[in-house]
């Protein structure tokens, strides 16, 4: 990843307390438009026994910035460990989708892969931020 999303990220991660680390695993991307099934199958090999599931895609629940706080709370409240799926260039395989107990749409707009990590955790430590009535978002 280029250096503006390695320094974004850190930034956002820094911010968050140490009950919500956002830990970062990397998977091989399939070949464009090949292996999207292949892909889904690494994906999903690597969420931990357990985990719930978000799966970012843009045919997702579209939610407000509030409202991902309450998402955010609810699942600091389960006490569960959540795994958000970010797909390659033609997106998460269906397997991927189907093993997901939440769908989620950053935007109707295709967004590129190193935006989005950057985007995502801008986004949990806004929700974050609300639960706690920090002032960094201003609504």
Not at 1 to 10: L, N, S, T
Not at 91 to 113: K, M, N
Request: aromatic share 8%; proline share 6%.
């Amino acid at each position: 990843m280029p250096a503006w999303v390695e320094q974004g990220i850190a930034e956002y991660s820094k911010r968050l307390p140490r009950e919500l680390k956002l830990v970062w695993r990397e998977i091989p991307l399939a070949r464009r438009g090949r292996d999207v099934a292949a892909e889904g199958e690494r994906i999903l090999r690597n969420i931990p026994a357990g985990e719930r599931v978000v799966a970012l895609d843009v045919q997702g629940k579209r939610v407000s910035t509030e409202q991902l706080a309450g998402h955010l709370s609810a699942w600091q409240m389960s006490g569960a460990n959540y795994s958000i799926l970010i797909g390659g260039p033609d997106g998460l395989s269906p397997s991927c989708l189907a093993r997901a107990d939440f769908c989620w749409s950053l935007s109707d707009l295709t967004l590129p892969h190193p935006l989005v990590r950057v985007l995502l955790a801008e986004q949990l430590y806004r929700a974050w931020t609300i639960t706690v009535n920090h002032p960094y978002h201003r609504a």
